[in-house]
């Protein structure tokens, strides 16, 4: 590495006093707001512990509300058969087992009938 000499330095190589100070006031600045960051970071996972429970546990210091019931959890079978339309049957479950084979991919739409133009080539979703 060759160093050079103050007297062999250009004028036009030196950085101006303003520049130089600008640079270290800029250095200080971000690293103070880094340190800010990290001792923020810092506290609020000292102050905040994480919360885990299984889904049927009790959380501790939970209240009742005004609005609470006193009903039981829906049945996974209800919340995941039942249906309330009746394009298919009017028994409430009778469509999630009609519908057990039913594929839906890949899926082809087209336009046509009493239309002004027809869609073709059809719509297909593979997604």
Known sequence: MLIKK????????ITPRNVY??????LVGAVAAGAAAAAGLSLYNRLSSPVITQASAKIDGSQKSKFSTSES??????VTNY????????????????????????????IEGLVKKKQNPRCRFDH
């Open 83 to 110: 249906n309330n339309y009746y394009e298919c049957s009017t028994d409430k479950y009778a469509p999630a087992r009609l519908a057990k084979d039913f594929k839906t991919r890949p899926w082809t739409v087209s």
């Open 73 to 78: 959890v829906t049945p996974y079978k209800d």
């Open 6 to 13: 103050p007297a062999d330095i250009a004028s036009y190589e």
């Open 21 to 26: 100070l600008n640079r270290r006031g800029f």
